[in-house]
């Protein structure tokens, strides 16, 4: 009688350790960011002793089992010229705050947006969206069309501009 129960396969087990302690390798060589390069799973590949097609296939194996959910570009507004920074903060009936979290999280000017619970009663506002520009104007502008886009759902906003950069960074493995 024969089963197909791999973890009972000392092959199958022995190969899936070595995959994990591969991808932490490679989870642990590229959490602060892949490397600027034309070739940046090459020098992954390199670092971790492996293969750049095993790197590749390892985090598209990561990306859709969710060990990861993203890969993407993380630029710096700074070095790009977008030196005014304003999270907009809006206070919106909480009924409608998710539809217009959507419709505002949509517009191009917007990097990020999200809801967060009010801090009542100091802070009323629950939406919040960040904006990006070259100057002040040009925020208060951009700031200005989620306004008129969100319209009378607007109880209350305001507007807080960067004054220094904060280094972010994500969860880390050590």
């Known amino acids: 009688m024969s089963t197909s129960n791999s973890v009972s396969d000392p092959v199958e087990r022995d190969s899936a350790s070595e995959l994990a302690k591969l991808d932490r390798k490679i989870i642990l060589a590229t959490q ?17 002793e492996s293969d750049p097609l095993i790197v590749k296939q390892r985090f598209n194996a990561m990306l859709e089992d969710g060990r990861i959910r993203r890969i993407g570009l993380v630029p710096n507004h700074y070095r790009l010229g977008y030196v005014a920074n304003g999270m907009s903060v809006w206070d919106i ?3 409608d705050a998710e539809a217009a979290g959507k419709e505002v999280g949509a517009l191009d000017m917007v990097s990020h947006c999200y809801l967060r619970p009010r801090a009542l009663p100091d802070w009323p506002y629950n939406l919040f969206a960040m ?27 305001d507007i807080l501009f960067s004054t220094r950069i904060l280094k972010k960074t994500g969860l880390r493995i050590s």
């Open 131 to 157: 904006v990006h520009g070259h100057y002040h104007e040009e925020v208060l502008d951009k700031i200005e069309q989620i306004a008129q886009l969100l319209g009378d759902k607007v109880r209350a906003r």
């Open 93 to 95: 009936d909480d009924a």
């Open 32 to 48: 602060a960011g892949l490397p600027v390069h034309e070739r940046p799973f090459d020098l992954v590949a390199n670092e971790v």
